[in-house]
């Protein structure tokens, strides 16, 4: 019966293709532009085994024939889109779509390829990343009938997406849904272009850029062609912040540009900018600094303004008992009365109970903080027993508050979802890829959770680094609003909740947070556990991998400078502790009082998952790691090191290029 549910449910995604490309040159050409290059590369003979020997991170060298590829395959399914590239006046930006069709042909086909050569093989994938009856019952993973039917229908995605995307190119009235953001009653638009990967610099160190003498023409133009392309878009939203380096100067210069060619007036924008607090920040100094901040975006007035980082209690006793330096949430009020800001909001990574402390006393419009389908980031674990969901229960506490809930990062620290796991596309496609369904699933959050517990979302944002990034959101955007999107979100849904049952149990699947502190219980070492626990059931159920060691790499270094001679308070405000709280597993460590809520019949894995999280993704761990190949691949000088498993390496990388921040 399951057998028979699945390839129904598959063939009413796949009736929608009006031929099968596996069985069309298309398929042919865009093969042969990679093998044809991997030919030479290999000194020629014959057709290789397999595609994977493209380095596709974003520093790659191996762009061209993955555009060639990509040009290959959209003369024959998407001509329109080949023609519209050609002729772009951005021609940076053409460039790097090509680069992104190009991955993702790459990686359908690669992983197709491995999947039905590993069968004949007669082997199965490595860690149990099937369940029996994923690998035999639900879908024969390595059959090379299923497996073309699949393959054919993912790329059938990729060429709606295509037209999709040649519309939005060409089209001016293709714009954003928008919504009511709360109380502040602005129509927002779902995607929201954030400013923290197209600036020039964090200034950090060296030489910071404080004027538009010291910037690169080439940076600022890729940032005001990032704002052409947003606001044709309707991404009227420009959200930044002080602590992102030179952007606020850049945006400024960029939106001067922008309103003197007509593109575009000041009252058809939402600015918000956030500005950051500490405990020797006056009322006087935060006030000021604002009007800084305003000053370099070059406009009158802000939309919005955040304090950036509400993280811990003391934040918010800076804000509202502040002794002699005078409340600080005073100053940001001055400025709304004064009217150079319209709405005051705040941003955070703190712990759930302190952002419910601050939702709670009422003195906020909106609010931006993490909440994604794979967790909530640092407060993935809190909660109570009923909405454990890390921010679940404070998104149901803005709407009783009438607040605009704006989500941070659902692509970075939601999931590296520009960079997917094989196994994270296995369970999203053929109906989507794993960005669309990350955010889909935000915007049908309300949903979900209906009646007295809704728990709409209103934006969710995009730090885009090029004009490109915007491409795949608002596209996901545009369709959101179709009965087709809905329906295609319920199947994959379905299909993620079967598999984490399935992979994790019922009962842990239920119950795994119940009783883990994270650091802000943990006074003593600062221990992460509920996120290192969350951390362990993403990579199960996910394979998201380099998502997982980004996110412990983070503990891990936090655990190098805890000092237990300090206080609690000390070591959370020594460097940015707060900003990405926790420490990291310690194997010589006796964790029975800290899992001392913990029910009995959950301790022995909680402990297993923490020690498998630092052996799959502590940094010194990653040299004794190999990549799952084939069996003519292995090399004998791996030896007894950890193999990556097939499923758990990432499938493509859509950033073309390193952005300008990450540069140095």
Not at 349 to 364: G, L
Not at 561 to 581: C, I, L, Q, S, Y
Not at 621 to 643: C, P, Q, W, Y
Request: aromatic residues 8%.
């Amino acid at each position: 019966i399951q057998k028979i549910l699945f390839t129904l449910i598959s063939l009413s995604t796949m009736h929608r293709a009006k031929s099968l490309i596996l069985s069309d040159s298309a398929f042919c050409t865009a093969t042969a532009s990679i093998t044809d290059q991997e030919k030479t590369r290999s000194g020629g003979g014959g057709l290789p085994r397999r595609y994977s020997h493209f380095d596709l991170t974003s520093a790659s060298s191996d762009n061209d024939p993955i555009i060639e590829a990509a040009k290959n395959f959209l003369s024959k399914e998407c001509p329109e889109l080949l023609t519209i590239l050609e002729n772009h006046y951005d021609q940076a930006s053409a460039r790097d779509r090509l680069v992104k069709i190009g991955r993702n042909v790459n990686a359908t086909l690669r992983y197709s390829n491995e999947a039905i050569e590993r069968k004949n093989r007669g082997e199965t994938a490595l860690m149990d990343i099937w369940s029996s009856e994923e690998e035999e019952i639900i879908i024969d993973i390595g059959s090379e009938v299923d497996r073309k039917m699949k393959t054919d229908a993912s790329l059938q995605r990729l060429v709606r997406e295509c037209k999709d995307l040649a519309q939005m190119l060409t089209s001016p009235t293709a714009k954003v849904p928008t919504v009511r953001y709360g109380r502040t009653g602005i129509q927002m638009p779902i995607v929201t272009l954030g400013c923290m990967r197209f600036q020039q610099s964090w200034n950090h160190g060296g030489k910071p850029i404080k004027s538009p003498e010291q910037l690169d023409q080439e940076c600022q133009d890729n940032l005001v062609n990032i704002l052409r392309h947003a606001i044709h878009c309707g991404v009227n939203h420009i959200e930044t912040a002080q602590g992102y380096g030179c952007s606020e100067m850049q945006i400024g210069l960029a939106l001067k540009t922008l309103f003197e060619e007509g593109v575009c007036r000041r009252e058809d924008l939402i600015i918000q900018t956030k500005g950051g607090i500490s405990s020797s920040t006056s009322k006087s100094d935060f006030k000021s600094s604002i009007l800084q901040q305003i000053k370099r975006l070059g406009v009158d007035y802000i939309d919005l303004f955040s304090v950036h980082g509400l993280n811990t209690d003391d934040h918010y006793d800076w804000l509202f008992d502040h002794g002699e330096k005078g409340n600080l949430i005073e100053a940001v009020r001055e400025l709304r009365e004064a009217g150079k800001i319209r709405w005051i909001g705040f941003s955070t990574h703190a712990p759930a109970h302190v952002t419910k402390r601050a939702i709670e006393s009422d003195a906020f419009d909106y609010l931006n903080l993490h909440h994604h389908f794979m967790g909530s980031y640092t407060a993935s674990g809190d909660g109570d027993d009923e909405t454990f969901q890390g921010n679940l229960g404070n998104i149901r506490l803005a709407h009783e508050h009438d607040m605009g809930v704006f989500i941070i990062s659902p692509y970075d620290k939601g999931g590296r979802l520009y960079t997917p796991s094989h196994l994270s596309r296995e369970l999203t496609l053929p109906e989507m890829e794993p960005m669309e369904y990350g955010s889909s699933w935000l915007w049908y959050h309300e949903h979900l959770h209906k009646g007295d517990k809704s728990a709409p979302v209103h934006t969710i944002v995009t730090g885009a680094a090029r004009p490109s990034d915007l491409d795949q959101p608002v596209m996901a955007a545009l369709r959101s609003v179709t009965d087709e999107a809905a329906e295609d979100f319920k199947v994959v849904r379905r299909r993620i909740q079967e598999r984490k049952e399935r992979v994790l149990g019922k009962d842990w699947a239920a119950t795994w947070h119940v009783g883990l502190p994270n650091y802000s219980q943990s006074k003593k070492h600062g221990f992460q556990i509920g996120n290192m626990v969350w951390l362990y059931n993403t990579i199960r159920v996910f394979g998201m991998l380099d998502y997982a060691k980004d996110r412990y790499a983070t503990l891990v270094g936090n655990s190098k400078k805890w000092n237990t001679e300090k206080t609690w308070k000390e070591n959370v405000f020594a460097g940015g502790f707060h900003w990405m709280p926790g420490c990291g597993y310690d194997p010589a460590y006796d964790y029975s009082s800290d899992l001392k809520y913990v029910p009995e019949k959950n301790k022995a894995r909680v402990l297993e998952a923490m020690k498998f999280v630092h052996e799959w993704c502590c940094p010194e761990n990653s040299k004794s790691m190999a990549l799952e190949a084939g069996a003519d691949e292995k090399k004998e000088e791996d030896g007894e090191k950890k193999v990556v498993p097939l499923e758990w390496q990432a499938a493509y990388d859509m950033r073309p290029w390193t952005a300008f921040p990450e540069r140095g």
